[in-house]
């Protein structure tokens, strides 16, 4: 509508307005019917905040399922962030040195806490607080950035509202951000248990917040971590010690023990981030809510907190509600040939968990670097559907025999990972047919840094006929003699284990040209490869997938074809683009066609030949190789998940 149009349709309204108004109210002014013809007319206008907060209508059952919804989409957007963050600051906590905030609320009344009602000095500003977070809740994070202007008063009425906004130390956890808006969302708060059951702690974490946490979560089931990974600084000999300790203070890393570990072969002395002390304090106090855990996890650099948290929990009564439980400790040594015994010697006792009580509801294990008293560990390797083993040296690896318990006592394992890790001494292997490991119900199977000997021997003692997805990552070595052993009949079938496969990712997987076709040919079912061809890796399998091949050369009438028939699904690294529409062409010109292509968004592609791949596929994506997620002195292998290999 032309702007002259908006002044006649408003001097229009305004004069109905006022003829209404003076007729229908006598006495009225004319100024006194200008100011109520005013709040007419604005009574619906967007743009004006409305007479009271409509937010305050909702129900307090439909206000915490609001909250719920956006303590979700926090950890998801969390997730989403980590790669990014944690090759700098490591693994982020769930809370923060803001949630001392909390302490203080509740050691006073919420008056005096300045968390009140809202006035009419501060409506506009709480009525926008509170839409930006709904919004958040409902509609995803990119509103609270948009909105983190308008919502100076989540922070505490004693902090600057100057301050940075990007700054992560005034970053707070979404329960502590909802219940510092109003006296209602606080109560709300407060009074929704599950807000509260995300016990996380780190560096920066006050204990009086965990405490709060607990007595907040009123008796629900819990998640509990700890983050106690190593904090990158300069080496000791740069800098005088009481100036290093200075350095450190804000850490309250107080004694010079607390710089207790000299870091494998580098010359360099570390930092954890928390003191032994403090992971000790932590313990306590979870330690009492251990029946209601319903997950725990660990990550270490050092494994002197490792064993700390070992050997407390090798004294704990039963956790009769835990579904997941995930060890990591990040002090192995990098070099292979390290990994023949486990050092410090002095730490190598093992130990068995919560007592050896039944977990009854144990779903998820994971042990990086982390082992145990394997022969007395049935209840933690027990009924699982995920298990994973990563970096564990040859003397505490576990042996066959319960290796095989392991595999026989989870009927319904669903994910195997091996990471430098699995079943020890394979020349001692037995070898008779009632020593076959049956696994049938696993799917997603995960092999890395294993040699090309260990892996021969692992798939002949292995009957997986369930395994639908397979992720390999392996160098260092020509594993071209067991590529070709793969190809071969699986033992107790007639075909080989390739050819039941459906999708399949070679990180690193090293073999010559004929080996790599005899893996091609038996892959008759796969529907969707991932293949890093960066720096020429793996990128024979790439090209082999472009030539045709004949099923029966001696055959006149056979017509050649291509690898693979029923690859749909194609995720690359290390390809151009006009590699990639070669690829996509020849596929197409053979009546098999690729539906979608993931393709690195580091690669080359040219804007032509992306239109061009866009109008020949179902589907064109991109994505960020793990390698660039972060920097490589400080991989984090916590991102390394099945849906990542596969």
Not at 358 to 366: D, E, G, S
Request: charged letters at 25%.
């Amino acid at each position: 509508m032309p702007r002259q149009n908006f002044a006649t349709q408003f001097q229009e309204d305004l004069e109905s307005h006022l003829a209404q108004i003076l007729h229908d109210n006598p006495g009225v002014t004319h100024i006194e019917a200008a100011k109520l013809a005013q709040n007419v007319m604005l009574s619906n206008n967007p743009l004006v905040p409305p007479l009271r907060c409509l937010i305050n209508d909702l129900p307090n059952e439909l206000l915490a399922h609001i909250f719920q919804l956006g303590l979700v989409m926090e950890e998801e957007d969390q997730d989403e962030e980590e790669s990014d963050d944690e090759a700098e600051e490591g693994t982020a906590s769930d809370m923060s040195v803001d949630d001392q905030e909390i302490v203080d609320a509740d050691e006073e009344q919420d008056a005096a806490d300045g968390w009140e009602d809202e006035t009419d000095s501060d409506e506009s500003e709480i009525v926008r607080t509170k839409k930006s977070i709904i919004r958040h809740a409902l509609k995803g994070s990119d509103d609270m950035d948009a909105d983190s202007d308008d919502s100076d008063s989540d922070s505490d009425a004693g902090s600057d509202s100057d301050a940075d906004s990007s700054d992560a130390e005034l970053w707070s956890p979404f329960p502590v951000l909802v219940s510092h808006v109003c006296r209602q969302w606080r109560e709300v708060a407060i009074e929704t248990p599950t807000l509260w059951t995300n016990i996380s702690f780190g560096a920066e974490v006050p204990l009086d917040a965990i405490k709060v946490y607990l007595q907040r979560s009123k008796g629900h089931p819990i998640h509990v971590a700890i983050d106690a990974q190593r904090t990158d600084e300069p080496d000791i000999d740069e800098v005088a010690t009481d100036e290093y300790m200075e350095m450190n203070r804000s850490l309250e890393l107080r004694t010079r023990e607390d710089l207790n570990e000299l870091y494998p072969d580098s010359g360099e002395i570390y930092l954890s981030s928390l003191s032994l002390k403090e992971v000790s304090d932590f313990l306590d106090i979870v330690l009492a809510h251990v029946e209601r855990w319903k997950s725990f996890e660990a990550f270490v650099t050092f494994y002197s907190y490792m064993f700390l948290i070992l050997e407390r929990l090798s004294k704990a009564r039963g956790a009769p509600l835990l579904e997941s439980f995930q060890l990591y400790s990040y002090a192995y040594p990098e070099d292979d040939e390290h990994f023949e015994h486990f050092q410090p010697a002095e730490l190598r006792t093992a130990f068995t968990m919560f007592g050896r009580a039944p977990l009854p509801c144990l779903q998820t294990t994971a042990l990086w670097g982390v082992h145990l008293d394997w022969e007395n560990s049935d209840s933690l390797l027990h009924g699982l559907k995920e298990l994973e083993l990563a970096y564990h040296c040859l003397d505490v690896l576990p042996s066959y025999a319960v290796f095989k318990r392991m595999m026989e006592s989870s009927p319904a394992l669903e994910t195997l990972t091996l990471m430098n890790s699995g079943p020890g001494e394979p020349d001692d292997w037995p070898t008779g047919e009632s020593d076959l490991i049956s696994a049938p119900s696993i799917r997603n199977l995960v092999l890395c840094h294993l040699s090309a000997s260990y892996l021969s021997t692992f798939f002949d003692h292995m009957s997986l006929p369930g395994v639908r997805h397979i992720a390999f990552d392996l160098a260092n070595e020509d594993y071209s003699s067991f590529v070709r052993h793969l190809a071969l009949a699986a033992p107790g079938r007639s075909q080989s284990f390739l050819s039941q496969l459906e999708s399949i990712k070679l990180s690193h997987l090293p073999a010559d040209d004929a080996s790599s076709k005899k893996m091609l040919e038996q892959l008759v079912h796969l529907q969707h490869l991932n293949i890093n061809c960066d720096e020429g890796e793996d990128s024979p399998v790439f090209l082999q997938l472009m030539d045709p091949q004949t099923t029966n050369p001696s055959s006149e009438t056979t017509s050649p074809k291509l690898y693979c028939p029923q690859l749909r699904h194609l995720t690359v690294a290390g390809v151009a683009s006009p590699q990639l529409k070669a690829f996509v062409t020849a596929r197409m010109e053979a009546g098999l066609p690729l539906k979608k292509v993931s393709m690195s968004e580091f690669d080359d592609l040219e804007e032509t030949d992306e239109q061009w791949l866009k109008s020949n596929l179902d589907e064109l994506d991109f994505f960020v190789p793990s390698e660039y997620e972060e920097d490589d002195e400080d991989e984090d292998p916590l991102d390394i998940t099945i849906d990542d290999m596969l």
